[in-house]
């Protein structure tokens, strides 16, 4: 069965604190490592999908890592409107299955 | 503008009483899904669509019922709601079939509550 867990579960940080939201799966047949960003109230928006071990990408304050087990979203030096909801799905077959995502706080 | 609706947002309901959640996208999209979200279990696929009229259940698909018989619309039926249904649900689709491809477009999610 596959799996992922997210933590921490809630991160308080003070703006321009960088630090690190953490994705570790298991899965046969990863076909993909998916975040998404979800403000309270609204649907998940797309941000990132990584496919193999060794990969990154990148987007304004933002770099997702890839490992054989498990992802990282990095935040640097982050601002009040990063605040958010951030969830990782890893994708195997023809669906999505999603951790219980890291709430994320940014006070000014 | 490209974008998946959903229709109600917000519905509170009694036992038992039929009701459908409509989902709609305007991209063309090959791929549907249905997902709840609930606190502390994250978001479950409750059942997709690969095209039309081709469904498949998902990892919660016990007392929903869904259709597609068009490309564009992929409603959520719950014959008979119980009060474990309510949920915070969410309408998605991407471009096809294959999770390998492309970003996955939600909608703005329906509150339903079941007393």
């Known amino acids: 069965e596959d799996q992922v867990t997210q933590s921490p579960e809630a991160l308080r940080l003070q703006e321009g604190e960088s630090s690190s939201l953490n994705c570790s799966y298991t899965?046969?047949?990863?076909?993909?490592l998916f975040w998404y960003r979800q403000d309270p109230g609204k649907g998940p928006e797309f941000l990132f999908t990584?496919?193999?071990a060794g990969e990154e990408k990148e987007k304004e304050r933002l770099k997702a890592t890839l490992t054989k087990k498990e992802s990282f979203l990095h935040i640097t030096a982050p601002k009040p409107e990063d605040s958010a909801t951030y969830l990782c799905?890893?994708?195997?077959?023809?669906?999505?299955?999603f951790g219980g995502g890291t709430r994320l706080m940014v006070k000014p | 503008e490209a974008q998946v609706t959903q229709n109600p947002r917000y519905l509170i309901t009694v036992t038992g009483k039929k009701l459908t959640v409509t989902c709609s996208q305007n991209?063309?999209?090959?791929?549907m899904s249905w997902y709840r979200q609930d606190p502390g279990l994250g978001l479950r696929q409750i059942y997709y669509?690969?095209?039309?009229?081709?469904?498949d259940k998902g990892d919660v698909p016990e007392g929903y019922k869904v259709s597609r018989k068009e490309k564009r619309n992929f409603p959520l039926i719950l014959e008979s709601p119980s009060p474990n249904q309510t949920s915070l649900y969410f309408c998605?689709?991407?471009?096809?079939?294959?999770?390998?491809?492309?970003?996955?477009?939600f909608g703005p999610g329906t509150r339903l509550t079941v007393l």
């Open positions: 998605a689709s991407r471009p096809n079939g294959g999770v390998s491809s492309n970003e996955q477009f």
């Open positions: 899965v046969s047949g990863l076909r993909g």
């Open positions: 990584l496919y193999s």
């Open positions: 799905a890893v994708g195997a077959g023809n669906m999505l299955t």
């Open positions: 991209m063309n999209h090959e791929y």
């Open positions: 669509s690969m095209n039309v009229e081709v469904t």
